[in-house]
């Protein structure tokens, strides 16, 4: 039974497309996240939700919106898609600020934007 | 600007021996620091973290080392395993509210027979 779940998995799509990806968690965790990893391997946080409240908001285009319905979903929806989107998206989790135990990630979306 | 450094982007240990994965760090705020393993196409798996109240943390045949002074922490992998092999990241955050983890590039650990 996994623990945080992404879909879809993988997902090419063309310029100036908009596309969402989904995030699921069955941990009963009160925090989750989105983090990006680009080229370089760097993860990189872009949003983070408290019961469903927003608290983290990095400096990511307005083409990214996130939003959480519930505290156990965090979907990801992308507007008029641009080549640099392309990255590894990671979905995750914690309870607090996850310092002890740290973040449960997801498997991650590979998007591909051609 | 990069706050968590992993200067070695690869290293090769033999089976048996210690791996010593190294990460350094910038800001002096940062009180929570955590070790992530991550495999292909998985994301990564929490593996050890430690607080700056300590310096060293241990579990099974992981360790973590702090030394605050020099904003330098480390892992050792003793023995090391073939099953080991994988991309190691090094995380860090100030404590407090919700703070996000900021993380390194990685070093990419291979272990061979």
């Known amino acids: 039974d996994t623990a945080v779940s992404q879909t879809p998995k993988y997902l090419v799509t063309q310029m100036g497309n908009d596309k969402s990806i989904k995030c699921e968690q069955n941990l009963g965790h009160d925090t989750m996240y989105w983090y990006k990893q680009d080229s370089k391997k760097f993860l990189k946080i872009m949003f983070s939700?408290?019961?469903?409240?927003?608290?983290i908001n990095e400096t990511v285009p307005n083409r990214f919106s996130p939003k959480s319905p519930d505290k156990a979903h965090l979907n990801l929806h992308i507007n008029s898609l641009e080549l640099g989107d392309s990255a590894v998206y990671f979905c995750?989790?914690?309870?607090?600020?996850?310092?002890?135990?740290?973040?449960?990630f997801g498997s991650g979306t590979r998007l591909t934007v051609v | 600007d990069q706050q968590v450094k992993q200067n070695s982007p690869s290293l090769s240990v033999q089976e048996g021996r210690i791996s010593i994965l190294n990460c350094d760090y910038t800001n002096s705020m940062f009180d929570y620091f955590l070790w992530y393993k991550k495999y292909p196409a998985e994301g990564p798996t929490f593996l050890i973290s430690i607080s700056s109240i300590k310096d060293k943390n241990e579990d099974g045949r992981f360790t973590v080392f702090l030394n605050k002074s020099a904003k330098h922490l480390s892992l050792h992998i003793v023995p090391s395993q073939p099953g080991d092999s994988a991309v190691y990241f090094c995380a860090a955050s100030p404590s407090g509210g919700y703070n996000k983890l900021i993380f390194g590039a990685g070093t990419r650990l291979a272990v061979h027979p």
């Open positions: 939700y408290n019961n469903k409240e927003l608290i």
């Open positions: 995750a989790s914690s309870q607090g600020g996850g310092f002890f135990y740290g973040y449960t």
